[in-house]
């Protein structure tokens, strides 16, 4: 027969606030890093409109308007889903970013 097992100490608990204090701050992290995502998405986007709106500064645009790789000609950034440049007073740059968010530019 084995001998029975000695009990823990008296000094090891379990601290159930430890860990969730532990929960908490993997939760924060989690929230603000996906806020810094979704915030450079939008910046890069608004760059791309505002850069397609100095290239088209100038320029007769037709009346269903132009794409902005077009008159940019490089490709839209990765979180771009597309980016339009309509004529008016002023021109207008429409852009819908990835997750089905949608944004309106006016040029200057």
Avoid: D, H
């Avoid at 000609?73 to 852009?95: D, F, I, Y």
Wanted: aromatic letters at 8%.
């Amino acid at each position: 027969m084995s001998a029975p097992q000695p009990p823990a100490p008296a000094n090891i608990s379990f601290n159930p606030w430890k860990y969730l204090g532990l929960v908490a701050l993997l939760f924060a992290a989690l929230v603000g890093g996906w806020t810094w995502f979704l915030l450079n998405q939008g910046r890069e986007g608004r760059a791309y409109a505002q850069a397609a709106l100095a290239a088209a500064a100038g320029k007769t645009l037709p009346p269903e308007g132009i794409a902005c790789a077009e008159l940019l000609s490089r490709p839209l950034p990765g979180s771009v889903e597309s980016c339009q440049v309509k004529p008016g007073t002023p021109p207008t740059a429409e852009l819908a970013l990835q997750g089905g968010r949608r944004g309106v530019l006016r040029g200057q």
